[in-house]
């Protein structure tokens, strides 16, 4: 069984540039979730999305938003990145029905400078 | 304002001794708690869960412990192996929601 792929790996940016993370959630899971990892910090949520729909946000600004299509996959876009926007994101999806011990794909880092 | 802390961000334990990582939480509304090792460049990978109405649970090595009157707990890996070293996430969830608050993680050296 092929686990959540995230794509690219790693990315570079320039401040006020847009990035764009990918995220391919495990056969048969219908929720995804991102996560930031911040350098030395814990891991943040983001965003959960299930059936399409934006679920509930964490605290973070407009700036970072994101979707899910039909077949579950899902983006993640950071418009106006900011310095401190560098971090390790994290995507993992579960089944709708049962959300705890969620799988998680190994990330992207985002660097941006 | 951090809802889920681990207060030691790194813990070296010898090989074949035991492990406690702790984990302290605010929210009492709180009713399940999970515990994620990650290993470099990899996502974290689900270890070991407890529901707020058992206060103990075990899978093999590895053990969590729930005081929920110390809103407080704590992971035991007995023995500890050189591959157990990676940095572990506490977690903690609310009424039954599919949003985790992630402790800042301990990481645990095991030394052959």
């Known amino acids: 069984e092929a686990g959540v792929t995230q794509s690219p790996t790693h990315l570079i940016k320039t401040r006020g540039q847009q990035a764009t993370l990918r995220c391919s959630p495990i056969?048969?899971?219908?929720?995804v979730y991102w996560y930031q990892q911040a350098l030395g910090l814990g891991l943040q949520f983001l965003l959960w999305y299930d059936e399409g729909e934006e679920r509930n946000r964490g605290n973070f600004p407009p700036r970072f938003s994101g979707r899910q299509f039909p077949n579950y996959s899902s983006e993640l876009n950071v418009n106006a990145l900011e310095l401190e926007d560098s971090a390790l994101y994290l995507c993992?999806?579960?089944?709708?029905?049962?959300?705890?011990?969620?799988?998680f794909g190994s990330g992207t880092r985002l660097t941006v400078v | 304002d951090q809802q889920v802390k681990q207060n030691s961000p790194s813990l070296s334990v010898q090989e074949g001794r035991i492990s406690i990582l702790n984990c302290d939480y605010t929210?009492?509304?709180?009713?399940?708690f999970l515990w994620y090792k990650k290993y470099p460049a990899e996502g974290p990978t689900f270890l070991i869960s407890i529901s707020s109405i058992k206060d103990k649970n075990e899978d093999g090595r590895f053990t969590v412990f729930l005081n929920k009157s110390a809103k407080h707990l704590s992971l035991h890996i007995v023995p500890s192996q050189p591959g157990d070293s990676a940095v572990y996430f506490c977690?903690?969830?609310?009424?039954?929601?599919?949003?985790?608050?992630f402790g800042g993680g301990t990481r645990l050296m095991v030394k052959p």
């Open positions: 977690a903690a969830s609310a009424n039954a929601g599919n949003m985790l608050t």
């Open positions: 929210n009492s509304m709180f009713d399940y």
């Open positions: 993992a999806s579960s089944p709708g029905d049962r959300p705890y011990g969620y799988t």
């Open positions: 056969s048969g899971h219908t929720s």
